[in-house]
Nanobody, 121 residues
Framework: QVQLMESGGGLVQAGGSLRLSCAASGSIFRINVSGWYRQAPGNQRELVATITSGDSTNYADSVKGRFTISRDNAKNTVYLEMNSLKPEDTAVYYC???????????????WGQGTQVTVSS
């Protein structure tokens, strides 16, 4: 089993910062891609940022220059540093990893439970 535990969400004023963390545990052989997604009420879940095992990053246009994704391989943890937050960043943020549980496993997608980020104006 693979479990993801997110933390760091909360309430912040516009212009403020938050740092989200997502720690993966359980049977993990290798994490290929780690990412953050978000879903606001009434909206579909959307990509925020991803980082590959080779440290290539990808960001949604709406967060470029404000958010930074990073990871700590030793801790199987991925982070999302969010600066200059805007009310439209308000959403539930979900962590996702694409990982193998053992060497000849098929890559599977695993999701965290989500953490609420609320940005007040």
């Amino acid at each position: 089993q693979v479990q993801l535990m997110e933390s760091g969400g909360g309430l912040v004023q516009a212009g403020g910062s938050l740092r989200l963390s997502c720690a993966a545990s359980g049977s993990i052989f290798r994490i290929n891609v780690s990412g953050w997604y978000r879903q606001a009420p009434g909206n579909q879940r959307e990509l925020v940022a991803t980082i590959t095992s080779g440290d290539s990053t990808n960001y949604a246009d709406s967060v470029k220059g404000r958010f930074t994704i990073s990871r700590d391989n030793a801790k199987n943890t991925v982070y999302l540093e969010m600066n200059s937050l805007k009310p439209e960043d308000t959403a539930v943020y979900y962590c996702q990893i694409v990982a193998l549980r053992y060497s000849n496993d098929y890559a599977g997608r695993y999701w965290g439970q989500g953490t609420q980020v609320t940005v007040s104006s």
